[in-house]
């Protein structure tokens, strides 16, 4: 690029010029060469595209036995992403990461946060580690116990909150105070599906028996913690009636906005112990009238692939979910403006069962 004219143009000027671009040519010009790479990471071209609204890409997690992996000189860590715009897989590499056993997990703000263990330890201590892809910035936050990385959930928001949730305690990280607040916890089983919108988590609990799962939805807020103590209570509405026993193995993913919640599960046939399933639903609730309404189903040729499985995944958020299963071989996405389609060719190989998170990237998340 040193013949090129566009190094006669003023800095400026080149700054305008690549300010211009959407912002996934941005992305795919800073590989171009170490003239543009410099420019497009500089602190005046950051500025410039600093109202810039994120890309909003699907990140796949690590099948489990990459998952235990102890990274080699000839293996390249990835972070996979699916791009539901242009319809086409992208890889962002996380060699800069000087850990091994690189474990996604989350991501908020542009950032993604990883579970590693260190290089130059000989014992298995995790940490999470948040980076910026786009950036290869990365920061270590406070170490954790390894039991936490097996047991907990990570949930993260947009302003840097973090927090590691288990049935009997959570912790609670905030870039304010740069430490873990340990909190106990009331809740009835293991949560699932976690999820954290504005300050309040929600989580669904069975209450049932060992014979019949019976399932509620609970939440807390963050901003009434008091005594290191979660205080989690039951929400819930004499008017949603049965509303938990038409959904079989019902998870929690995040709506549009900062109001709605998605609840995912198979449709019962019938409410006999053990039935079997007619599509997968999506119910959505409004946080703000508590009023629940369907989202939509999965078309029946669609779910057909899903009805030999003994369970799927779901992951993603707002108007866009994403659903695996074993021996299914792709994605089938919901998206809210387009409905339902397949994802094909997938990277890598696994068991079948994709997880994933919403990762929203850009350029100016600063770990």
Not at 336 to 342: A, D, I, L, S, V
């Amino acid at each position: 690029m040193d013949g090129s004219p566009m190094n006669g143009l003023p800095h400026d000027t080149l700054l305008l010029i690549f300010s211009s671009l959407p912002l996934r040519d941005i992305i795919a010009c800073r590989s171009v060469c170490k003239s543009f790479n410099q420019t497009l990471t500089s602190s005046s071209f950051m500025y410039l595209i600093s109202t810039r609204p994120p890309l909003h890409l699907l990140a796949l997690r690590p099948h489990h036995h990459h998952h235990h992996h102890r990274f080699h000189a000839s293996f390249h860590p990835s972070l996979h992403v699916y791009d539901p715009h242009h319809s086409k897989w992208l890889r962002f590499s996380l060699d800069f990461l000087p850990f091994r056993s690189l474990h996604p997990v989350a991501s908020a703000g542009g950032l993604v946060y990883l579970w590693v263990e260190s290089t130059n330890s000989i014992d298995s201590y995790k940490s999470l580690v948040v980076c910026n892809p786009l950036t290869r910035q990365y920061r270590v936050l406070p170490q954790l116990g390894s039991a936490w990385s097996r047991h907990g959930s990570v949930l993260v928001d947009s302003v840097n909150r973090v927090m590691v949730l288990s049935e009997l305690a959570a912790l609670y990280f905030s870039g304010s105070s740069n430490k873990w607040l340990k909190f106990s916890s009331n809740l009835p089983s293991k949560p699932r599906s976690p999820i954290l919108i504005s300050n309040s988590v929600y989580a669904l609990c069975d209450v049932g028996s060992p014979w019949r799962s019976r399932w509620k939805l609970f939440t807390c807020s963050l901003n009434n913690s008091s005594d290191h103590r979660h205080n989690w209570v039951c929400l819930e509405k004499e008017e949603w009636g049965d509303i938990f026993d038409i959904v079989k193995r019902p998870r929690l993913v995040r709506g549009s906005g900062s109001n709605t919640i998605l609840m995912i599960g198979g449709l019962k046939s019938t409410l006999s112990l053990n039935p079997s399933c007619s599509t997968i639903l999506i119910l959505r609730l409004d946080l703000d009238s508590l009023e629940w309404e369907e989202a939509t189903r999965m078309p029946v040729d669609m779910y057909r692939c899903f009805q030999e499985s003994t369970k799927f995944k779901v992951f993603g958020g707002g108007d866009k979910v994403c659903f695996s299963a074993k021996r299914v071989g792709r994605l089938a996405l919901w998206d809210g403006g387009e409905g339902w389609r397949w994802i094909d060719e997938m990277p890598g190989n696994g068991d079948g069962l994709s997880r994933g998170f919403v990762f929203e990237a850009q350029l100016n998340a600063l770990p």
